[in-house]
């Protein structure tokens, strides 16, 4: 039987990946960006994205396979 999981560089190599991205997402459109409340706004969907994102990488998470 084989295990489908994961090794620690390639989790290691996603979160990176992942942080390099929302780093950029925040700088570009996130908290303090735009008019008044729309950097607000931005900035925590991309949060709340990023959250559900390093869950999935923590945790193994399939989000496809939930629905």
């Given at each position: 039987?084989?295990?489908?999981?994961?090794?620690?560089?390639?989790?290691?190599?996603e979160?990176?990946?992942?942080?390099?991205?929302?780093?950029?997402?925040?700088?570009?459109?996130?908290?303090g960006?735009?008019?008044s409340?729309?950097?607000?706004?931005?900035?925590?969907?991309?949060?709340?994205?990023?959250?559900?994102?390093?869950?999935?990488?923590?945790?193994?998470?399939?989000?496809?396979?939930?629905?």
């Amino acid at each position: 039987m084989r295990n489908n999981r994961p090794g620690c560089l390639t989790g290691l190599l996603e979160l990176l990946l992942l942080d390099k991205l929302f780093g950029w997402l925040q700088r570009r459109f996130g908290f303090g960006r735009g008019c008044s409340c729309t950097g607000v706004g931005c900035g925590f969907i991309l949060l709340i994205v990023f959250i559900v994102l390093a869950c999935g990488t923590f945790f193994n998470i399939d989000w496809t396979r939930l629905f």
